[in-house]
């Protein structure tokens, strides 16, 4: 059994993760924090949550377990994966502290110095269908954002193929209010998301923009920019993105179909789906799947692409990454 | 044309009544103000709002008006009541601070002392068809509570007859979001809501349950106690009340039902449901009715009442009130 | 291993049955049935369903089965046991089809003479907590109808204590849609359903009453009469049933609370909510429990109980009962 | 007053038209059809209606009525409009029937021959901001489709300018479920609906493509082929389309907008959103408006624009359309 350690379990993702890890056959938490609940129990907080104490995270037996996940705000992640690290633990930080590799960037976007900046590189990006190999040996990983997955996921074929791609990519993302964290605010309260659908930081202006740009620089030089326009849905959880790519060249959906199974066809938690079939929030909600859907009309590649925000988009993916840290069969307590 | 003007327009209740003065073809609103938007247009702070300008309440022009509408918290409306009656202006009060008329238990239940007791026994409480004819003369109408709305409407016809209850009255009510005000809160969010039903505060415990039998010992002596359940709807408005009485004796639907027309039947915005129909929210959202059902099950009479919580249960009962005090056709502004 | 069959997996409760059996560790699926799709997979059917050969019901292998679950509309029911029982096989049947012991009521109920009156007797009633030590023999098992779970559940230790009801016992139950089917009806559309509660069958008219009445019968001589009242929330799953009991006498919530713990605390799938803590939906979607609080107001008990209709109150039972029958632990498969 | 009728009330476009019109202080009912549902009042066929008597549609008394309006499927329109105008009578058409000035486009898209070619011709495309000059002549009007009214009056004015494009136009669109039609398919079932988003007939192959590119050839010879991708939502009402469009030239987002308020700013029914506004379902529903928001992103301009498709997107249009045929101020009826 691998013992492992929640920090901030009172938050979307937290109570995810503590679900997944109820039912891990080789994984048990040995703790759980939380710096405004510490002292009463998960079930208190969550009607359906299992009774596990909650303790302040300066209290938290680091000493006890081999892995922490982080379920922090940005900062607060950063400071706690150090003190961790230190300890000799390994680290799975669900924040964004570490998915930028760039300082100067993180500065930017997050609007504070990174405490660690020396940490950046060497942590592992945990897509775990692209750096996988990396994760047996990984001390520090930095679990990607949620719309991220959704829209590198369905990407990556594409851009690591040689065909070349016209003007902007656009990923139109429509997301649950999961998303959007447990704190209440105006933006998520019931009667203004009920029966609305709002889009906000359309163009560049996302935080997620900077992630998913990295990766995509990665996969291929000069790549066109992305636009990408959140929208937040009138549903609890998921993610859908619909994404448009204009191809300089003629290529069949047959071909490009090809493509994609070849990438993905190994892939325990990566469907391409059948000719015809969009991806849905229903194929994925409760589940650490992603569908992809391709339609080719002329040279417009459509990409349809649906995750779980808290499952594959955040705390499954997390799992996912344990899994395969610590030589576990990567589906274990996922399906 | 009566110019008004309405304290606290930017909760849900205030935005309301902006909409349906803005139609209202004999009423100009004057003012509106907030707390904490004075300087902006109530456009910035609802998308469909029109461009109506915020005012601080101590810089209203209570001179230019001639009827005040208060959508105030407890207390804030008792205060601003009494500087409006000393300007010689007609007060609506969709707040509780004048719906109980007694000192001691209003203090019991709001838990704090009722600043102008002296005004309780004056002010007329503002449910129209019963009221109606208190209105024409009345400085101070306290409009009723949304649960209220829908169990008295509902159960005075019966209270009225000659038919002995048996045992507690019993009123298990559904309510849409919005009655719990847009002050975002835990409680609240998106995320708590949907896909959910919580009951709350069910038994003798809702801040609406003396208001409700005050009135009901008005229209019977002795009456049974109410128990009162209300829950928590994921929708955005509206409210069903399901009532269970049992008499004593033996009745037919028929006779029940012709004694509830007789009630009703000249009310413009009271409907006796047909026999086998049942009341539904879908009968009353976006309207200022109140449909009532009839079913009787050997002695235990289930009553079903709807309403809209926003228009019947608070602001469209508001301008209704406004109609008859100022002598308007009473639906006026209202089908 | 055991092998199981399903009859009738496209609708909702059949789909969730194959998703609990698929994590089932010790059952596997050797064949599901469907009558509309049969030659297609329960993927084709299903966006997130595994893709499972659908058979028509006549070719189904019943020889290689040990249990079948019967997910069938009445009266096919009846007929596919039948077949299934003289083949040798063990029956679980989530119709209502064998939970009614007389034929008399059935016919009554459900306007059609019962095909095989003699298996009336002779079939389990698969309320799992009550009838938990005839389930190794059984060779029949009627899986509860949904309401009846959260109602019966909730209301036994009362009735098996020696207090005295004074009136009818009032059962104001909520209901998800999935609790109506799949076939799509004016009652079920989208738009219908949204921001809408609608009261149906009020009263003693819906088919689940002779059923409860049946069990409140058998747990108490001359109980008083059930009055129920169901309700279409809009939610896709999950019933929350608020039962009003008067008492004839005084008793303490303490006391009445300790009664309940007695009867529950060793249940794995019941929870006795602490008190003040009031059953929702959110306690339970997702999950095989059943949560059930209590609230004393004078002689008034308020028994709020939840459960999720598809799982606890059909398909999770149905497993929990599968489980008990083949000598499995009783919660595999179903944390 | 204005006498019309109504054929095919019983769908949600016909409902809101006579919700409408019940409010319209110039034009009055005179009859209102139904196939299904003739010799009930509208009121048994909605909770919310009033009282109206159905009548067949070849009972309906034409002869009473100076103009009727259609909300009966395709080719059904189409008869019926020859009915009317022979007998004198101007139509409203909210079917697609003569949106298409093409029978060959027509019979392609609709898969059967146009009964009547040579109408198709004279129709007046219903988008009442833009042939408003043709209205008070018009015989026959074609109301136009939910998605184009929200695609359309976005792209219009920069399609008249002299901008130039780059590569496809996307219009990302978002629909409520009454788009649907209110006939019950697995497609609507609240269960298949709710907590899900589902993109459909994406790319180049819904009906309302044709209409879209028949009004964007007009206004721009050459112009780039649209793409266009609804999605369901899981809303009742309501459309977002989020257009993206490359220019081949650099402009301020400052010059768009000024072009843009020149089109609009004297509109009634369409408002060009203030800088960082983006336009959402809570701007429109239950309005006749269309909001439309603007964002340039380098040279990617990303338009939102939010319609009610049941008022602004139908019956709201079609009333719209109403008033200046006949001479009445536009906004009758519809503030």
New interface residues.
């Given amino acids: 059994m691998i013992k492992v350690g929640i920090y901030g379990a009172t938050g ?1 993702t937290g109570l995810e993760l503590v679900r997944l890890l ?2 891990h056959p080789a994984a048990t938490i040995a703790f759980a924090t939380s710096t405004s609940q510490a002292g009463k129990t998960l079930r208190q907080v ?3 949550a299992p009774a596990l104490p909650l303790v302040a995270g300066e209290n938290a037996p680091l000493e006890e377990v081999e892995v922490v996940f982080l379920c922090l705000p940005h900062a607060a992640a950063a400071n706690t994966a150090m003190t961790a690290l230190a300890a000799g633990r390994r680290v799975i930080d669900l924040s964004a502290d570490f998915r930028l590799r760039d300082a100067g960037v993180y500065a930017q976007w997050y609007a504070h110095v990174h405490p660690f900046p020396e940490l950046l590189g060497e942590a592992v990006y945990g897509l775990t269908e692209v750096f996988r190999s990396d994760l047996p040996e990984a001390r520090l990983v930095a679990n990607p954002g949620c719309y991220p997955t959704s829209v590198l996921l369905a990407l990556r074929p594409l851009l690591l193929s040689d065909l070349v791609i ?3 990519i ?1 990923a ?1 993302s ?1 997301s649950g ?2 998303g959007a964290g ?1 704190t ?3 933006t ?13 930081k ?3 202006v996302h935080r997620h923009l900077p992630e998913m740009e990295q990766l995509i620089g990665r996969w291929r030089a000069n790549a066109p ?1 992305l ?1 990408f ?1 959140p ?1 937040l ?6 993610i ?1 993105s ?1 994404i ?1 790519v ?1 191809l300089a060249e003629d290529v069949t959906e047959s071909d490009l179909r090809d493509h994609y199974h070849e990438h993905y066809d190994g892939e325990p938690f990566v469907e391409v789906l059948p000719p015809g ?11 650490n799947r992603c ?1 992809i ?1 391709l ?1 080719l ?2 040279r ?1 590649l ?1 990409l ?1 692409s649906a995750i779980d925000n808290l499952i594959k988009g955040a705390a499954g993916q997390a799992v996912q990454n344990l899994n395969v840290m610590v030589g576990c069969p990567e589906t274990t307590g996922l ?1």
């Avoid at 849905?233 to 998921?238: C, E, I, S, T």
């Avoid at 079939?277 to 589940?287: F, G, K, M, N, R």
């Fill in positions: 979307y109820q039912r969550f009607p359906a016209d003007g902007p656009i139109d429509k209010v999961s447990r209440p605010t105006q998520t309260h019931f009667v203004e998301v009920a029966d609305n659908l709002s889009p906000y359309v163009g560049r920019r636009i326009s929208h849905l009138p549903v609890p959880r998921g859908l619909t448009y204009t079939e969009l991806a849905s929030l229903a194929h994925v909600t409760y589940t569908v859907g339609t009309v002329g417009t459509i349809t399906l």
